[in-house]
Structures are given as structure tokens and as C-alpha cells.
């Protein structure tokens, strides 16, 4: 798929005494520019699946996975490779920082990677164990 920079949408849902929330509703073909962050985050994919380029890597996230966020060392793109709507929520430490770069050939080569026959996803909890009803029904 061809991704667009940009055409994603950022709802603010907090921002003050040093947290900074953001809901973002990744339409499909989006992308982010390159960036990283001077501030410590933390993302939840809510809705669908978003991939994510770091170090040359294609990663996907998919609903119900979470992921820390890059710090000042190290420079990510997230966006959606997918025909549906995804959803993540953000929280970050301090308010949101960020700094942009341009893409490196290393970084064009893993975006347009589409096979997901070895999912590299990072799944630190799911939604169900989250969810106390559930456990009281078991
Ligand atoms: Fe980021």
C-alpha cells in the first residue's frame, strides 16, 4: 500500500501537569514522519493494527498490544499498512516532544514490507486479562 505523511488524527484527551494524552485515529494509508521523543510514552492499539519501523525493522501492533514509545536515542514511524481504520492511545511523560527526520532507504525498504507471516509484535497483556468481569465469569 501506498502511505501518505500525515492524515492521521490527534485528539488531545489530557495535557498538563507533565502528562500529555493523545488519542490517534490512523486512517488507512497513514504514516508518520520519522521522529523520535524527548519525552517517555507509552501506546495501547485500541482498534485494527498499526505497524511500527525502528532500527530498519518492520513491527506490527495489533488491538490489545501495547508499546513503549522511542526515547532521544532512537527515531520510529508508525502508520497504518492496513484498508481499516486503527486506534492507539498515547500517554507521555513529560508533555509530548518530539524531533523529525527524513527517511533513510533502510527505512522506505521496511515500510514497504507487507508479508506478516512471522508477526514481531510486542504483547506485554491482552485486553481480556485486563478485565475483571472476565475473570469472574471463569
Ligand atoms: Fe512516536
Redesign the pocket.
Known sequence: MALTLGGYDRIIRHRGNGIEAVEIVWHPGTR?PK?N?ASR?WAWVLQGRVFEVRNGKKLYHAAGDAFL??DREEA?T?GNDTNDLAVTFHVYQPELQ?DMFSDSELDIVAMDLSDISEPNHFAPFSATQLSPHQARND
Open positions: 508518520t521522529h521523543h510514552g514509545e522511542v520510529h508508525v518530539m
